[in-house]
């Protein structure tokens, strides 16, 4: 191990480079400014992406995260730019994604002082990350940026925060580096108890209708070709969470939707009439169970996930197995019996028959000549074949690009699916594209959730990152009005939306944009945006009164679930 002079800002830096980072999103200030000064060295050998708000940057890390496997870095500023990053960081532990957040703070002689742009941004931190630490000295770097990195991206992953005072950046020390590979009473892989396997595929062995449900562990752990191998092994049908879409090809036999509150209406009904219920790799998010007193009542259920907490927590495991997924599905792949559940299978098709239907009718009641959001992404997954990255914000088109595109590819499903961060999409697009270049990436937006990170429009221009935009626009805050007109007796509260010219404000950023309203070339308009060179954005005017059905109404059961 070599060891040289260097500041602690260089050790930020050379720290980065020694954990393979080539990206960086962030913002500059006073108590972050030697460590951008020791960036300026490295500007032709690591790509940072100046933002326009350190929310826009800890998305944008996100997205690159999701899309890339690797860990997104984030650098923000003391006080406001270190308070800018808490939405990030809750959405981060939540979806459980891998982030190293440094951010600058004052010298150590000032903490505690109310000093100008102080804040305690690791007590702030504290319950929205898997770790954080503050540095204040430089000789300190190197160990706790190795600890960062480790943490973020073994076992469940998750946002870590390093805050280094501004006298550590300036301090001088010998610098060496030790990558992290364990760390005391901190299991990332927990042993698997092949026992627990064994129950598991007994139970998968006898069931007339098992029924499997996958999460985003199946990605997190690169697990896909296991998954692939035990599904077609056991014939089971397979549905998927919100942040699991992509982790199985939906183009699949087996695949039988997307479950949750606006989830399909074959996956939530058939829950509560499986025999055994298989979870990999997802936590039985209430808006997955809906009433849990009510859930899966008649069914064995086996559970598998890395995070032990996660076991038991809302559905009680017959066979909890507390093991990553991949090696837990590569052992179960040789336990299990090769099956065909052919009949079991069919009364999912014939399900998905009645929703498909029903909700025909339905869309024939709203005026024909308004264009829906559910044909838009309909036409988009055809002309992408299902293989674009889609990122989504928060809302009805959020859920409805959930319920109509084919996500045929792993890691290309970027939303925010726990905390249900509106303003995510935008950022997290442009972070998408950098983790992702080689793919086209769909950013899919609410006139009201585009409106919250408008401002990075700024940032593509400055990048020129290729991104292209569809603002769905129904002059709605959507969701809240859907559940107004269900639930409060239609009283539009404050759910009406006047937006700005977007097309405007698009070219004022230099970015090509058009509005779209008639419904006569809607594939023409998005095979022209898709073959546009450079970011795009079209706004769609879309039916402004749509409801997302199906539905499970808060506190009913999965069987509840509404058609209209
Ligand atoms: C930061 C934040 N504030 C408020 C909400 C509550 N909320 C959930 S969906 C929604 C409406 C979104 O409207 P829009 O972006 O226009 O999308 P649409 O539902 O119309 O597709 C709101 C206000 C939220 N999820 N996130």
Redesign the pocket.
Known sequence: MNSIKTTGAQAVMKSLVAEQVDTIFGYPGGAIMPIYDALYDYVSTINHVLVRHEQGAIHAAQGYARTSKKTGVVFATSGPGATNLITGLADALIDSTPLVCITGQVASHLLGSDAFQETDVVGISMPITKWNCQVTKAEEIPAAIAKAFYIARSGRPGPVLVDITKDAQFGVMEFQYEKRTRIRSYRAKPKISKTNVEAAALLINNAQKPFLLIGQGIMLSNAEKDLLRFVEKSGVPVASTLLGLGAFPNNHPQYVGFLGMHGDYAPNIKTNECDVLIAIGMRFDDRVTGDVSRYAKQAKVVHIDIDASELNKIIHADVAVHADAKEALSILSELVQEKQHTAWLQEFKDAKKVEVETLQVSAKELHSEEIKMDEVIKILSDITNGEAVVVT??????MMTARYYQYNKTKSNVTSGGL????FALPAAIGAKFGAPEKPVVAI??????Q?TLQELGTILQSKVDVKIII?N?R?????RQWQQMFFEKRYSFTE?ISPDFVALAKAYSIEASKFEARTDLKETLVKMLNHKGSYLLEIMVAKEENVFPMIPTGASVSEVRLN
């Open positions: 914000d928060v809302g009805q088109h959020q249900g961060t509106m303003g937006i609410g006139d009201g959730g585009f919250m769905l129904n709605f805050l959507g969701m809240v939306m």
